[in-house]
């Protein structure tokens, strides 16, 4: 079975440029998520789609940063302008369906390494 | 006070030791309680998961959670060169999953 894809694993850019990251989950999950992990912190979840909708975006810095998932398959994210407190590894992770307890069958992405400067 | 307190590490043991990973909570509402394994520039991968209060056990891993004490455990016996990573621990609120910050480990052969 192949896993969650992420590209491209590492970018670095300069504070105000934009920034896209693209995920494609694992074939058939309905439930998508990405988390923001800054080094030596644990995964703070941003945005967590099932199928193609919304569920929670409580945590998305929406001034900067936005998300989509087109078809209910791929998502991307965006950031723009980009911070120096955006540098962090930003994962994508993919669940079966929703329903407790979603998250315990979570699988994740390698991630994508961003550095602003 | 943070959700979900994790010692950073890093904590280094020899070959064969005990492992015993640790994380406190403030949340009484967390429910199910699970351990993720994270290799260096890797995404972090579902090692265990238990609901409510209790011991469950999976080959090496042993994880305990005490919801009175708000205390969670995994324990790794027999321990592997190949089991040094980054372990975090995560409690599941609202469907919402909130990570600890993660305990590196390092098993000296």
């Known amino acids: 079975e192949a896993g969650v894809a992420q590209s491209p694993r590492y970018k670095i850019i300069e504070k105000r440029q934009s920034v896209a990251f693209w995920c494609n989950p694992i074939?058939?999950?309905?439930?998508l998520y990405w988390y923001q992990q800054i080094l030596g912190q644990g995964p703070k979840l941003l945005i967590q789609?099932?199928?193609?909708?919304?569920?929670?975006d409580s945590q998305l810095p929406k001034d900067r940063f936005s998300a989509e998932r087109l078809k209910g398959v791929d998502s991307t994210l965006k950031i723009q302008p980009a911070k120096l407190e955006d540098s962090a590894v930003y994962l994508c992770?993919?669940?079966?369906?929703?329903?407790?307890?979603?998250?315990?069958?979570?699988?994740f992405g390698q991630g994508t390494r961003l550095t602003v400067v | 006070q943070k959700e979900v307190e994790q010692d950073p590490g890093p904590l280094s043991v020899p070959e064969g030791a005990i492992v015993s990973l640790n994380c406190t909570y403030s949340?009484?509402?967390?429910?199910?309680f699970m351990w993720y394994r994270q290799y260096s520039r890797k995404g972090p991968e579902l090692l265990m998961y238990?609901?409510?209060?209790g011991n469950k056990e999976d080959g090496r891993f042993t994880a305990q959670v005490d919801k009175s004490s708000k205390y969670i455990s995994l324990f790794i016996r027999d321990s592997q060169p190949s089991d040094s990573a980054t372990y975090l621990c995560?409690?599941?609120?609202?469907?919402?999953?909130?990570f600890g910050s993660g305990t590196r480990l390092l098993v000296r052969p």
């Open positions: 238990t609901y409510s209060s």
């Open positions: 995560a409690m599941d609120s609202s469907y919402k999953l909130i």
């Open positions: 949340n009484s509402a967390f429910q199910y």
């Open positions: 074939s058939g999950h309905a439930t």
């Open positions: 992770a993919s669940s079966l369906m929703g329903g407790r307890p979603m998250n315990t069958e979570a699988f």
């Open positions: 789609f099932q199928n193609n909708g919304v569920v929670d």
